[in-house]
């Protein structure tokens, strides 16, 4: 049982440049999540999903787009990205109703110069 | 937007050490809950409270839920090198699909 996949796991970005990440769950999860997580401010949510082909806006979408064409992947979209988007990006899922906890993946580092 | 208040933000301890840690809001909170993470990993959930003044132990990891329903608190005994990590509480509000995470606190281990 893999849980929740994030790929890459490590990318080095120019200023401008585009890219997608991918995180992909075997659990059957609705909900799916991207967070950043920058030092000291803790973990920040960018964008989720309710379900397959449903997306909405966190506390920190400007720069981001996202897309849930199935159930299993959520993808995360940076158009032209910028240094300020230098993080460490967590992927989420979890299930409907039951214990209220997520299961992360184990992230991707980005890093723009 | 929302935000949770840890602390402290970091601690030394020495090995068999108890560790307690809490976090604050402004605002009230459905759900609390406690991860720790390891470094280059991902978070991962210790222990979850649903109710007001409930009180719930995994182990050497105790945890409470506020009687105001606005902080929560985690404490961990006897203190083990393998603690090591960043520990994050977690809240939710009503109806919100959302979490809202703390700072964390940087929890060192002196073996």
């Known amino acids: 049982n893999a849980g929740v996949t994030q790929t890459p796991k490590f990318r080095v970005l120019k200023t401008g440049q585009s890219m997608t990440l991918l995180c992909a769950q075997d659990?059957?999860?609705?909900?799916m999540y991207w967070y950043r997580q920058d030092p000291g401010m803790g973990l920040r949510l960018i964008h989720y999903?309710?379900?397959?082909?449903?997306?909405a806006k966190g506390e920190v979408p400007d720069g981001y787009n996202v897309s849930r064409l199935k159930k299993q992947n959520f993808l995360l979209g940076l158009e032209s990205a910028a240094p300020s988007q230098t993080s460490v990006y967590f992927c989420?899922?979890?299930?409907?109703?039951?214990?209220?906890?997520?299961?992360f993946g184990s992230g991707t580092r980005l890093t723009v110069v | 937007g929302q935000q949770l208040n840890q602390s402290p933000q970091s601690m030394f301890i020495q090995e068999g050490e108890d560790v307690s840690m809490n976090c604050t809001s402004s605002?009230?909170?459905?759900?609390w809950l406690w991860y720790k993470q390891d470094p280059g990993e991902g978070p991962v959930l210790l222990i979850a409270?649903?109710?007001?003044?409930e009180l719930t132990s995994n182990g050497r990891l105790t945890a409470q839920f506020g009687i105001t329903r606005k902080d929560s608190f985690l404490n961990i005994s006897a203190s083990i090198p393998s603690d090591v990590g960043i520990y994050f509480c977690?809240?939710?509000?009503?109806?919100?699909?959302?979490?809202?995470f703390g700072k964390g606190m940087k929890l060192t281990v002196n073996p």
């Open positions: 989420a899922s979890r299930e409907t109703g039951g214990v209220y906890g997520y299961t």
């Open positions: 999903s309710v379900g397959e082909g449903t997306t």
């Open positions: 659990m059957n999860h609705e909900y």
């Open positions: 977690a809240g939710r509000q009503g109806g919100s699909e959302k979490l809202v």
């Open positions: 409270l649903y109710k007001a003044g």
């Open positions: 605002s009230i909170f459905n759900t």
